[in-house]
C-alpha cells in the first residue's frame, strides 16, 4: 500500500506546508506541536490557505471540504504510532531534533520510515537516539519554502539507508505532485551547498555598500532571471534561519563563503528577521514586501 498516513512534527510554515500536500494527495495526515497555541495556529495557515483558494476559484468547497477531513492535529506523540512516515519540521538546532527522535523510537510502528526535513544538518547525527534496526529506515526530506508552490524535495541517503525506503520516498514525493532529487548526507545537501554562499555574499555586497538593498535584488532578478533577489529571498528564508544555516556549513567546511557577515548577526541580533517579525533588508506588511530599511 505504500505511505498512506504521515506524520509530521512541527506545524510551522515548513510543516504546515508538508501537512497541506499531504493532505492535498489524499493521505492522512497527522500534526504534532508542543502547544495548543502553536498547534491552532499552524493549522490555521493551512485552513486559510484553502480558504483562499475557494475564493480565488482554484479549487472547489468540496474539495477543500475533503482536505479538512484528512488532516488532525494533536499535542502527543503516541498519536504518531501508526503513521508509515514521520517527518520532523522543527528548528534546525540539533538538540531539539535529537529530542524528538528519542520520542520517534519509542512510539513510531517498527516499520515506519522516519525523515528530518532539516536544510543543513547532516542526517546521520540523528542515529545515535534510534534503534539499529531502524537505521535503514532514516532518510532526509527536505522540502523547500513556500512548500505548496515548490516543486522539489531531495532525498538524503545515509549509509545506512536502504534502497526499499528511497523507493517509497521517491513514490511519496511523486504523489505529492513534485521532483525528487538524490542528494549526499553532507550539510547543506545540493541546493544550500550552492545557495547559501550565494545569499551571504550578497549580504556582505550591502555590508559593503556596494550598492543598495534594491539595487542589488534589482540586479540579480532582472540580471540573471531570478524569480526574487537575493536579499530579498534571504528575508523570505529568515534571518535567523539563514546565520544558523551559514554557522552549520562553516562549522562543516571551514570555508570562509560559508561564514555569516556581520551585517546579517547585528539583523538578527536586533529582531530583525525578516517577513516573519515584520522587518529585515525591508520592512514587511504580512506576506507583501514594502521599502528597503536602513542598515
Known amino acids: 500500500m505504500g505511505i498512506q498516513?504521515?506524520?509530521?512534527?512541527?506545524?510551522?510554515?515548513?510543516?504546515s506546508g508538508i501537512a497541506q500536500c499531504a493532505a492535498e494527495a489524499g493521505?492522512?495526515?497527522?500534526?504534532?506541536?508542543?502547544?495548543?497555541?502553536?498547534?491552532?495556529?499552524?493549522l490555521g495557515r493551512i485552513h486559510a490557505a484553502w480558504d483562499r483558494a475557494v475564493a480565488k476559484g482554484k479549487a472547489t468547497e468540496a474539495q477543500t471540504q475533503g482536505w479538512r477531513q484528512n488532516l488532525q492535529g494533536t499535542l502527543a506523540f503516541a498519536d504518531l504510532a501508526t503513521c508509515d512516515l514521520l517527518v520532523e519540521a522543527i528548528p534546525e538546532?540539533?538538540?531539539?531534533k535529537l529530542q524528538t527522535f528519542t520520542e520517534l523510537d519509542r512510539v513510531a510502528s517498527p516499520t515506519a520510515i522516519l525523515c528530518t526535513n532539516t536544510s543543513s544538518l547532516a542526517v546521520a547525527?540523528?542515529?545515535?537516539?534510534?534503534?539499529?534496526?531502524?537505521?535503514p529506515r532514516l532518510a532526509g526530506?527536505?522540502?523547500f519554502n513556500p512548500v505548496p508552490a515548490m516543486p522539489l524535495v531531495e532525498v538524503i541517503r545515509t549509509l545506512a539507508t536502504s534502497e526499499d525506503t528511497l523507493g517509497e520516498l521517491r513514490t511519496f514525493v511523486e504523489k505529492l505532485g513534485k521532483?525528487?532529487?538524490?542528494?549526499?548526507?553532507?550539510?547543506?545537501f545540493i541546493v544550500n551547498r550552492l545557495l547559501v554562499p550565494y545569499l551571504l555574499d550578497a549580504m556582505r555586497c550591502a555590508e559593503q555598500k556596494l550598492a543598495t538593498v534594491e539595487?542589488?535584488?534589482?540586479?540579480?532578478?532582472?540580471?540573471?532571471g531570478h524569480p526574487m533577489g537575493p536579499l530579498?529571498?534571504?528575508?523570505?528564508?529568515?534571518l535567523d534561519t539563514m546565520q544558523c544555516v551559514a554557522e552549520v556549513l562553516f562549522d562543516a567546511f571551514g570555508e570562509p563563503r560559508f561564514k555569516a557577515p556581520s551585517l546579517l548577526r547585528q539583523l538578527v541580533a536586533a529582531g530583525r528577521l525578516g517577513r516573519k517579525t515584520g522587518s529585515g533588508f525591508y520592512r514587511w506588511d504580512g506576506e507583501k514586501r514594502q521599502e528597503a530599511l536602513p542598515l
Open 27 to 42: 493521505l492522512s495526515v497527522w500534526v504534532k506541536e508542543a502547544d495548543d497555541t502553536l498547534l491552532a495556529k499552524g
Open 93 to 96: 538546532r540539533l538538540d531539539l
Open 141 to 143: 526530506l527536505h522540502f
Open 215 to 224: 539595487d542589488i535584488d534589482t540586479g540579480m532578478k532582472l540580471g540573471c
Open 179 to 188: 521532483t525528487a532529487v538524490m542528494a549526499p548526507d553532507a550539510p547543506g
Open 5 to 15: 498516513r504521515i506524520g509530521i512534527i512541527g506545524c510551522g510554515l515548513m510543516g
Open 125 to 135: 547525527q540523528l542515529s545515535p537516539v534510534l534503534a539499529p534496526h531502524r537505521l
Open 232 to 238: 530579498h529571498l534571504s528575508d523570505f528564508i529568515g
